[in-house]
């Protein structure tokens, strides 16, 4: 089983740039599908951005596409998420999930990291 821990957030302005970080553990990393997601307050999880594992193939919400991109270090197991021209809207607490090769689901989740951006 996999374990997922976030790193990286923080205040910033609009316009800022932050690198999210996401470390796992615990098993075999290439064999996940990975995806980011957030949550404002009040709102409910939303997508952001996700790579195949089958097909490497990487999806992206509506709301960052062309924004945000993500990569990986396999080496280090690790999972990034360049959010860059942050706007306000960006605000929210940014989860690491992997999906379960066996059941499809998102059945694996950071605790989260907070980004605030002040306009």
């Known amino acids: 089983q996999v374990q997922l821990v976030e790193s990286g957030g923080g205040e910033v302005k609009a316009g800022d740039s932050l690198r999210l970080t996401c470390v796992a553990s615990g098993g075999t990393f290439s064999s996940y599908s990975m995806g980011w997601f957030r949550q404002a307050e009040g709102k409910e999880r939303e997508f952001v951005a996700g790579r195949s594992a089958t097909t490497g193939t990487i999806f992206y919400g509506n709301a960052v596409k062309g924004r945000f991109n993500i990569s990986r270090d396999t080496a280090k197991n690790t999972e990034y998420l360049q959010m860059n021209n942050l706007k306000s809207e960006d605000t929210a607490i940014y989860y690491c999930?992997?999906?379960?090769?066996?059941?499809?689901?998102?059945?694996?989740w950071g605790r989260g990291t907070r980004v605030t951006v002040s306009s």
């Open positions: 999930s992997a999906r379960n090769p066996i059941s499809s689901s998102w059945d694996f």
